[in-house]
């Protein structure tokens, strides 16, 4: 709790989305699908999982920082919407870690689990031009799908990130934000001045989307440059 500066909240029931050790949501990511995914994209029209106006803000962040023939990593992804919007601004090669399996039949992108990744971490050390977590790493260490809980799973995730990403290479990054730090378990943390810097350190902010604030939090689009 920050020596109480963290509200602490009970979500109302608690949650198991267990992908770990399992299969994904959507374990099956076909060329067609992704394909398709990333016309949407180009027209502005892709929904992905958090409506169009989330999807067209994540690809202005993209915009900020250079994409064409990019090595990028997805932290945490149900569907491939934010894959899709990479290959559609011209990234070269995407890579995603996520819980549960995923079986990608695009030459495009990758897919791996933390246990594949934690098998051979020098692998992925500075490999990554950038790394992309759209509301992901607020759910790390929660046991919400499945894995340890770790009060410090969302920094961890973060500081790897900083590790697998070339130098001077960028973070666009989501997560949920308010005036007033909150954890609401085992749902989600909700970031401001007390857990984000935590969370930023050795990120140098670049960009923030125009996104207005509401409560109980609003999902702005960070991009950062290591």
Request: hydrophobic share 35%; aromatic share 10%.
């Amino acid at each position: 709790t920050y020596d109480g500066k963290v509200q602490v909240e009970f979500y109302k029931t608690i949650l198991n989305q267990r992908y770990m050790g399992g299969n994904a949501m959507q374990p099956a990511w076909t060329k067609e699908l992704i394909d398709d995914m990333a016309d949407q994209c180009r027209q502005g029209k892709l929904r992905g999982s958090y409506g169009v106006g989330m999807t067209n803000t994540l690809v202005e962040g993209l915009n900020q920082i250079h994409i064409q023939n990019s090595s990028v990593l997805v932290l945490g992804s149900e569907r491939p919407w934010v894959e899709s919007c990479l290959l559609s601004l011209g990234a070269l090669q995407v890579t995603t870690i996520e819980y549960g399996a995923i079986n990608s039949t695009h030459p495009q992108v990758v897919t791996f689990t933390p246990d594949e990744v934690r098998a051979d971490p020098k692998r992925f050390l500075d490999k990554f031009d950038a790394v992309v977590s759209i509301s992901s790493v607020e759910h790390s260490g929660l046991g919400r799908y499945g894995d340890a809980i770790n009060p410090w799973g969302d920094r961890q995730a973060i500081a790897r990130a900083w590790c697998m990403t070339k130098k001077q290479g960028n973070l666009v990054l989501n997560v949920p934000f308010n005036q007033q730090d909150a954890l609401i378990y085992n749902a989600h943390r909700i970031y401001g001045p007390v857990q984000l810097p935590h969370l930023l350190a050795n990120w140098k902010q670049i960009w923030k989307s125009n996104t207005p604030p509401r409560d109980p939090y609003s999902n702005p689009v960070w991009v950062f440059e290591k």
